[in-house]
Nanobody, 117 residues
Framework: QVQLVESGGGLVQAGGSLRLSCAPS????????MGWYRQAPGKQRELVAI???????NYADSVKGRFTISGDNAKNTVYLQMNSLKPEDTAVYYC???????????WGQGTQVTVSS
């Protein structure tokens, strides 16, 4: 069973930065995509950023220019660097990994990010 271990959440003031980490139990190259989603209280889970095996990235409009997703092959870890944080970024952030053929989706346990105004 694939496990995704997240770390790096916490409390930060508006304008500050945090870096989230996601380390899968298998190689990051075994997944077609890895990414981060978030869910705020009373809202649906939404995509924040994804990165493909080939290194292509995609971001939600709300985080473009502030967040950066990257992968470190040597550390077998995917990161989400979050800068210029806003109170509306407050949510539980979930690491996601997907395989195809057959399709499989995996989720981390979630890490809380709280941005105070």
């Amino acid at each position: 069973q694939v496990q995704l271990v997240e770390s790096g959440g916490g409390l930060v003031q508006a304008g500050g930065s945090l870096r989230l980490s996601c380390a899968p139990s298998g190689s990051i190259f075994s997944f077609n995509t890895m990414g981060w989603y978030r869910q705020a209280p009373g809202k649906q889970r939404e995509l924040v950023a994804i990165i493909t095996r080939s290194g292509n990235t995609n971001y939600a409009d709300s985080v473009k220019g502030r967040f950066t997703i990257s992968g470190d092959n040597a550390k077998n870890t995917v990161y989400l660097q979050m800068n210029s944080l806003k109170p509306e970024d407050t949510a539980v952030y979930y690491c996601n990994a997907q395989k195809v053929m057959p399709t499989r989706t995996y989720w981390g346990q979630g890490t809380q990010v709280t941005v105070s105004s």
